[in-house]
T-cell receptor, first 111, second 114 residues
Framework: TQLLEQSPQFLSIQEGENLTVYCNSS?????LQWYRQEPGEGPVLLVT?????EVKKLKRLTFQFGDARKDSSLHITAAQPGDTGLYLC???????????FGGGTRLMVKP | DVKVTQSSRYLVKRTGEKVFLECVQD?????MFWYRQDPGLGLRLIYF???????EKGDIPEGYSVSREKKERFSLILESASTNQTSMYLC?????????????FGSGTRLTVV
């Protein structure tokens, strides 16, 4: 069974701070995805990383896929209250027919 | 704008009632999924379907059934609702063999069983 562990589970910071959250596994994934879920809504796909070492940027969010394709990180620069939400990482299972989700990092950015 | 639509945002049902949660997608996706999301437990897969009239059990199918009579619609059925089925229910869809495109989720149904 492929497991994805996310850390930290909870993070509360002030507006303007930088932060990094992590998604780790002992298994190799063909790709990893990051989703953001705002309170009361479903998760929304932010990015997919496919190549080991790949870095993708989405405005103030930087996503990196580990060289060995076992881990990924999400760095947010100058966090804003609108970044508040649950961040989930996910990767295809061994059969390649569905996604395995991590437990998520719940981020709160205070004004 | 493509999307997954869940019929109810909030639902309150009594113990023992039969409950239907409806999900419709307009993207011609082959795959559809039902998850429940609980604090501290993350997303747990209940059932999924790769094709019309096809269904597979996920990690926690007990107490639930599903129906997929048309490609765009995937229904979750609670045969006899119990209080431990109070949860946020999320429907998702994806292209077959297109996991790099990710899942599209609905907005969720928050079900309370009293």
């Amino acid at each position: 069974t492929q497991l994805l562990e996310q850390s930290p589970q909870f993070l509360s910071i002030q507006e303007g701070e930088n932060l990094t959250v992590y998604c780790n596994s002992s298994s190799v994934f063909s790709s990893l995805q990051w989703y953001r879920q705002e309170p009361g809504e479903g998760p929304v796909l932010l990015v997919t990383v496919v190549t080991g070492g790949e870095v993708k940027k989405l405005k103030r969010l930087t996503f990196q896929f580990g060289d060995a394709r076992k881990d990924s990180s999400l760095h947010i620069t100058a966090a804003q209250p609108g970044d508040t939400g649950l961040y989930l990482c996910a990767g295809p299972n061994n059969a390649g027919n569905m996604l395995t989700f991590g437990g998520g990092t719940r981020l709160m950015v205070k004004p | 704008d493509v999307k997954v639509t869940q019929s109810s945002r909030y639902l309150v049902k009594r113990t023992g009632e039969k409950v239907f949660l409806e999900c419709v997608q307009d993207m011609d996706h082959e795959n559809m999924f039902w998850y429940r999301q609980d604090p501290g437990l993350g997303l747990r897969l209940i059932y999924f379907s790769y094709d019309v009239k096809m269904k597979e059990k996920g990690d926690i199918p007990e107490g639930y059934s599903v129906s997929r009579e048309k490609k765009e619609r995937f229904s979750l059925i609670l045969e006899s609702a119990s209080t431990n089925q109070t949860s946020m229910y999320l429907c998702a869809s994806s292209l077959n063999r297109g996991l790099n495109y990710g899942y599209t989720f609905g907005s969720g149904t928050r079900l309370t069983v009293v």
